[in-house]
């Protein structure tokens, strides 16, 4: 079963720097596009930043300029800056992976973490 680790959440004052980190593990063929979600009480989850296995990378208009996303494919992990926090970037964070299973296989699986708390508050 593939698995997702997250890491790195906290309690951050407005302004501050938190980097989330996350590790996928279990029996994959590929990862495909790798990103970070996030959810807060009441509401969606929402897309934050995505980037696929090729390069490249998506942000929410949102956190543009303020958050970085990036991925280490020789260590199946995917990490997110998050710079210049601000309050309503409170929520719970979810790691999220598409992968394989096999090379015949062209089928894209989701898995997702267990999510981490990010709390921006003074």
């Known amino acids: 079963q593939v698995q997702l680790v997250e890491s790195g959440g906290g309690l951050v004052q407005p302004g501050g720097s938190l980097r989330l980190s996350c590790v996928v593990s279990?029996?994959?063929?590929?990862?495909?596009?790798m990103g970070w979600y996030r959810q807060v009480p009441g509401k969606e989850r929402e897309l934050v930043a995505t980037?696929?296995?090729?390069?490249?990378?998506n942000y929410a208009d949102s956190v543009k300029g303020r958050f970085t996303i990036s991925r280490d494919n020789a260590k199946n992990t995917v990490s997110l800056q998050m710079n210049s926090l601000k309050p309503e970037d409170t929520a719970v964070y979810y790691c999220?992976?598409?992968?394989?299973?096999?090379?015949?296989?062209?089928?894209?699986?989701?898995?997702w973490g267990q999510g981490t708390q990010v709390t921006v508050s003074s």
């Open positions: 999220n992976a598409g992968y394989r299973t096999s090379w015949g296989n062209t089928h894209v699986y989701p898995a």
């Open positions: 279990g029996p994959f063929y590929s990862i495909n596009v």
């Open positions: 980037v696929p296995s090729g390069g490249g990378t």
